[in-house]
């Protein structure tokens, strides 16, 4: 018999400041995402959980739309009685209300009660990439966008960019960018790749590479 409930997150958050999603021990002056959401849904539900990731990201990385999935066992503050589990709107008011006063950064967008068979990781149909450059590192407005953007000073042969993204596109072999992990094959499959400009919120033109 399962205790509890299993919730689906959808999670933002702006990466500039966390060490990336997974939980590291003795964490200092940077904190990951896991382990300050862990903390949140630990501070309401009163016990123990672990937050699972569709994907981890690196130190940095932001995310507008992560899913990931928790098990939560609500327990009665005094005598620690299992109760009645949380709605998905009372978790994802509580969890909100909690990171807004410990940090800064994140916010779940959405929660949804699930079966306990869903599973963040293994039920991911596909991930979206992002990757933006501003080809010139003296812009206005650079303190709000400094860490959103990559600055590359020399021009982008945007037809030949496009020309040799369609190389990568398909099932294919990536041994050749990845060390090699026992068990985990390095087959991926890239759906597509776009490639086209589009202008800042300071008016700069920025070239957006969409995985």
Not at 110 to 132: G, I, Q
Not at 151 to 157: A, E, G, P
């Amino acid at each position: 018999m399962q205790l509890g409930q299993r919730y689906k997150l959808v999670i933002q958050y702006r990466g500039t400041n966390f060490i990336g999603w997974q939980k590291q021990p003795n964490e200092t002056k940077k904190r990951s995402v896991q382990s300050l959401l862990e903390a949140a849904l630990r501070t309401i539900g009163r016990d123990q959980c672990e937050v699972v990731t569709a994907g981890r990201t690196d130190s940095g990385v932001h995310a507008y739309a992560n899913c990931a999935h928790v098990d939560i066992v609500r327990r009665n503050k005094k005598t620690e009685e299992v109760m009645k589990p949380f709605s998905a709107g009372t978790l994802k008011k509580a969890t909100n209300y909690y990171l807004k006063k410990h940090t800064t950064g994140i916010y779940v967008s959405k929660v949804e009660a699930v079966n306990p068979d869903f599973h963040a990781r293994f039920h991911c149909l596909s991930r979206t990439y992002v990757y933006r450059i501003i080809q010139s590192h003296d812009v206005s407005g650079l303190p709000f966008i400094h860490d959103m953007y990559h600055f590359y000073d020399k021009d982008l042969d945007l037809e030949k960019m496009k020309a040799a993204a369609k190389l990568f596109v398909g099932t294919l072999d990536f041994s050749a960018f990845s060390t090699a992990t026992p068990g985990k094959s390095p087959i991926r499959t890239v759906l597509s790749i776009d490639i086209e400009t589009e202008k800042t919120l300071f008016g700069w033109e920025s070239v957006r590479l969409k995985i």
